[in-house]
């Protein structure tokens, strides 16, 4: 049996241009957090990583059809999904919102 190794582990960083579906639990969250807690009963230090992505192209195409800006479609869905995350049972070390700076589409 593995022991006292480090596993640092995340799993996929949802858009925030809508809600938490299913499709992101059963295809990201919940084996990376199988994987981990495994990884924790082995007797490992692991870091379990998660949080959301404020970039990308969905982003602004939400935008244009909601007729209101990035920033609030950002703000929206960040709110939506970490309000979300509070209610799954999972053991993330850090839970982070990666931030754009700049919301300068083209």
Known sequence: MESNKRYTI???LPYTNGRIHIG?????????????????????DVAYICGSDEHGAAIPIRAKIEGTSPKKIVDKYHLNIKNSFKNFPFFWDICKIIFKKSFNYI
Do not use: E, M, Q, V
């Open 10 to 12: 995340t799993s996929a």
């Open 24 to 44: 992101h639990l059963a295809g990201a969250y919940i084996p990376a957090d199988i994987y981990a807690r495994f990884k924790r009963l082995s007797n490992n």
